[in-house]
């Protein structure tokens, strides 16, 4: 896959850039140019900024082949046009999350906190291609108080099939901010696609009947998943459990 597995080049970046609020950065900078080499053969791209602006302050060059849009022109909708229609809710709900997280961390006025998710993007050939999302928030009193984020899209075509449908992290745990592989990108996979695909409808409202009808299975088979869900869960009602994936962002 690749040769350049850990994010030393980007804990450097953020180092060397950040007292400066990543803004009017030299792309002949030689830590610039070597972070882009290794994207180059890693496809990735990365965006940087302030939380709290409405611009971005960085972006890296390959963010044209991964989502059609240069460096120079682009914003946070380019990614919003380029998600598939499939995606795009959990995509807004990510955005969403990642503004709570921000607040957190401003309020605590210390921290850093990781949010990641794969996403489905069209690329600047017109093709799909499933993206894995980093985003990497820290708080910081240089040059100002302010939370920043820095985020890492990954092609991850090369990944063996993801057990819930889709990777998703919120927390803490930095060890997740890595170059992905199989075994990372399968942790989150708590419940199976179709059991998701059941909490989904059941978040919407629809019994479990309305539900096998829509599936084409049987109301027996869906109360198995509802039971098997629970379990997975340790909770007691499928509505705390919906609760939860909603505060997480999975919902």
Same mark, same amino acid.
């Given at each position: 896959?690749? &040769?350049?597995?850990?994010?030393?080049?980007?804990?450097?970046?953020?180092?060397?850039?950040?007292?400066?609020?990543?803004?009017?950065? &030299?792309?002949? =900078?030689?830590?610039?140019?070597?972070?882009?080499?290794?994207?180059?053969?890693?496809?990735?791209?990365?965006?940087?900024?302030?939380?709290?602006?409405?611009?971005?302050?960085?972006?890296?060059?390959?963010?044209?082949?991964?989502?059609?849009?240069?460096?120079?022109?682009?914003?946070?909708? =380019?990614?919003?046009?380029?998600? =598939?229609?499939?995606? !795009?809710?959990?995509?807004?709900?990510?955005?969403?999350?990642?503004?709570?997280?921000?607040?957190?961390?401003?309020?605590?006025?210390?921290?850093?906190?990781?949010?990641?998710?794969?996403?489905?993007?069209?690329?600047?050939?017109?093709?799909?291609?499933?993206?894995?999302?980093?985003?990497? !928030?820290?708080?910081?009193?240089?040059?100002?108080?302010?939370?920043?984020?820095?985020?890492?899209?990954?092609?991850?075509?090369?990944?063996?099939?993801?057990?819930?449908?889709?990777?998703?992290?919120?927390?803490?745990?930095?060890?997740?901010?890595?170059?992905?592989?199989?075994?990372?990108?399968?942790?989150?996979?708590?419940?199976?696609?179709?059991?998701?695909?059941?909490?989904?409808?059941?978040?919407?409202?629809?019994?479990?009947?309305?539900?096998?009808?829509?599936?084409?299975?049987?109301?027996?088979?869906?109360?198995?998943?509802?039971?098997?869900?629970?379990?997975?869960?340790?909770?007691?009602?499928?509505?705390? !459990?919906?609760?939860?994936?909603?505060?997480?962002?999975?919902?």
């Amino acid at each position: 896959m690749t &040769d350049n597995q850990d994010y030393k080049l980007f804990h450097s970046f953020i180092e060397t850039f950040s007292p400066i609020g990543f803004n009017e950065i &030299d792309p002949s =900078h030689p830590l610039v140019m070597e972070m882009e080499q290794m994207m180059e053969r890693n496809n990735q791209f990365i965006t940087v900024g302030d939380m709290f602006e409405s611009k971005t302050s960085f972006v890296s060059k390959r963010s044209f082949n991964i989502i059609g849009v240069e460096p120079s022109e682009f914003n946070p909708y =380019h990614f919003i046009e380029a998600t =598939h229609p499939n995606d !795009l809710e959990r995509y807004i709900q990510c955005r969403s999350k990642s503004i709570i997280m921000a607040n957190e961390l401003l309020v605590a006025k210390k921290g850093e906190m990781l949010l990641a998710s794969d996403i489905k993007t069209r690329n600047c050939d017109g093709v799909y291609s499933n993206i894995l999302i980093q985003c990497y !928030l820290f708080y910081s009193e240089t040059p100002r108080k302010t939370v920043y984020f820095f985020e890492v899209h990954t092609n991850i075509d090369w990944c063996k099939k993801i057990k819930q449908g889709f990777y998703y992290y919120s927390g803490n745990d930095l060890s997740n901010f890595k170059y992905p592989d199989n075994v990372m990108l399968n942790m989150s996979s708590r419940f199976t696609k179709r059991e998701f695909e059941i909490i989904k409808l059941i978040e919407s409202g629809l019994s479990s009947e309305q539900i096998a009808k829509k599936l084409f299975l049987s109301t027996f088979t869906i109360n198995t998943h509802r039971g098997n869900i629970l379990k997975k869960s340790g909770k007691a009602h499928i509505s705390e !459990l919906i609760y939860e994936l909603m505060e997480e962002g999975k919902l």
